[in-house]
């Protein structure tokens, strides 16, 4: 028989354990992540939010070598979600039959994303707005009951991004939304549902910390404005940047041989697109207020991080390519990256390189956890915390691209715009060492091209 002193002593340290267990999740921090569409950094979208430089740029740290490594949606999602170059994620194009939420995609990696892998530490986690382009699509394999592995609150879009007329899952509960701005606008929904994810970890789930993924249909097209926001830049054009409606004949082929001259009609065409895209920015500086808002109304914004990214850039006119991105230049492949938060310097900027495969690691840092061995990003926190110099972080990355559609010709109609092929390949070196800020990069014939000769130097 056990004594009671045997006993007395075995209950104080379970109570110790477990009281220090609760300090434990009251001392970790809760993580906000947002994520736009499609927004550049080069062609001055983040000029056109001033709350956003005021809530979040001179509240912390902005990165001004941010990049993605993967210029097109859902491989550049997967690889946020997963922290892993697409080589490693494969999912390699927008369509499902290159990946994108396909049933390979969930046997490789739904229970490998960051949701996951932050429910295992501990944390509540929601995720609210896009999540892969074929999400519950038709052709997919699942529909809007299909809740991915390691979300609590899940309301994830059906499909790609879109303003109005459009389903979600709510919870495995398919809600379809029509054209009534106050209850459709899908930025301002979502703002709603992250405001309130906010408040019921505040009042149900306390001493619990969290993680949200807010994905933003913004400003992707259609870039549908919400009303007050119509018209707001009207006199606005492009940033005319000097490769703006530039012929350049150095280039690859599609921009050399494949991409006519702008006309004054497409200019004009482009110049509406890119005042759109702002005007739908300015929603989503008013999402960003209100989550720091409901944030200091719980109490939880002196033990919040924020980040501030998207899954890729933008062209708009550059050398002669209207509005689109899947290009190997900074245009399509640099990003916003802002990070507020306890220990983070307020108003700074850094110069290393941060990489969307990072940001897995990243939060799973912060959070106090273990960083799986087979993620190829590495942990921001060392910078976020310390401003860390130069020579001890990367100063190249790779980023890949596999083309889209049929493969086109040099001899097609030459006033056609082609803005994507399956010959528009690429494997590509960005580097940034002092004194050598350069890229090489090598095309394919095919789509699969660069699958084959990596499979073929393993093997």
Known sequence: FRSRRTIEMRSLFTLIFALFGVSLAANRPNIVFIITDDQ?????????????????????????????????????????????????????????????????????????????????????????????????????????????????????????????????????????????????YFTDVIKRQATDFIQDVSTNHSGTPFFMYVSTPAPHRPATPAPQYNNTFANRTAPRTPSYHFEAKDKHWIISEGTPSMTNQTMEIVDQLCRQRWETLLSVQDLVEEVLMSLQKAGFMDNTFIFYNSDHGYHLGQFNQQGEKRQPYDEDIRVPLIVRGPGVSKNVS???????????????????????????????????????????????????????????????????????????????????QSGNNTMYAEFFPTDSAPVDLRDRKSG
């Open 40 to 184: 550049d950094v080069k062609l001055n979208s983040l000029e056109v939010q001033p709350k956003l430089h005021s809530m979040m740029i001179e509240q912390g740290m902005f990165f001004k070598n941010a990049f993605v490594t993967h210029p097109v949606c859902c491989p550049s999602r997967s690889s946020t979600l997963t922290g892993k170059y697409t080589h490693n994620h494969r999912t390699y194009e927008n369509n499902v039959g290159r990946g994108c939420n396909a049933q390979s995609w969930r046997d490789l990696n739904e229970e490998k994303t960051i949701g996951a892998y932050m429910t295992k530490a501990g944390y509540r986690t929601g995720f609210f707005g896009k999540y892969l382009n074929n999400y519950a699509e038709k052709g997919s394999g699942v529909n809007a009951s299909h809740v991915p592995a390691g979300w609590a609150k899940w309301f994830g879009l059906v499909g790609n991004s879109k303003y109005y007329h459009y389903s979600v899952s709510n919870d495995g509960v398919e809600e379809v939304h029509g054209s009534d701005y106050e209850k459709d």
């Open 350 to 432: 850094t110069e290393m390189i941060a990489l969307n495969i990072d940001l897995l690691p990243t939060f799973l840092d912060l959070a106090g956890s273990t960083i799986p061995e087979d993620v190829d990003g590495q942990s921001l926190k060392s910078i976020l915390m310390t401003e860390q110099k130069a020579e001890k972080w990367r100063s190249d990355f790779l980023v890949e691209y596999f083309g889209e559609g049929n493969p086109c010709m040099v001899q097609m109609d030459p006033q056609i715009f082609r803005h994507d092929c399956h010959n528009n390949t690429f494997v590509a070196i960005r580097s940034l």
